[in-house]
Structures are given as structure tokens and as C-alpha cells.
């Protein structure tokens, strides 16, 4: 939705990532989205540059450390 800040992550989720995705999501509305293992190159150059906005724009919000 406009306006809502969304990370887009491919491969198997690290440990621990469960937990960071669920705080940012409760802390700071910051959508987190696992999308799998397969990566095509176009998907791949799509999810950087979209995550270099939402990261960009969550870290003016809220600080330089909410990704952390």
C-alpha cells in the first residue's frame, strides 16, 4: 500500500529473522517479505533498488539504527 514501508529479502531467512521481522514490523510498520531461493537477475536488481528507498526512508523517519 502507498506509503507503507516494505523490505524485500530473497534465500532462507537467517536465525533470528523471524523475530527482527516481526519487531519491525510491530515497532515501526516496516513490511518484511521473504520471497525464496530462485533469483532471477531482473528480481534481484528490482528488490536492491526498492530496498535502497525503504531503507532510505525508514532510517529519515526513524533513525539510523531501526534496520539494525
Known amino acids: ?16 529473522a523471524e523475530d ?4 519491525s514490523k510491530v515497532q515501526y510498520g516496516i513490511n518484511v517479505e521473504w520471497r525464496g531461493c530462485i533469483v532471477s537477475e531482473d528480481d534481484d536488481a528490482y528488490a ?3 530496498n535502497g528507498v525503504s531503507e532510505a526512508a525508514a532510517k529519515s523517519k526513524f533513525g539510523p539504527n531501526v534496520l539494525d
Do not use: F
Open 1 to 16: 500500500a502507498k506509503g507503507t514501508l516494505r523490505l524485500i529479502y530473497y534465500g532462507l531467512p537467517v536465525p533470528g
Open 20 to 23: 527482527h521481522d516481526r519487531r
Open 48 to 50: 536492491r533498488g526498492y
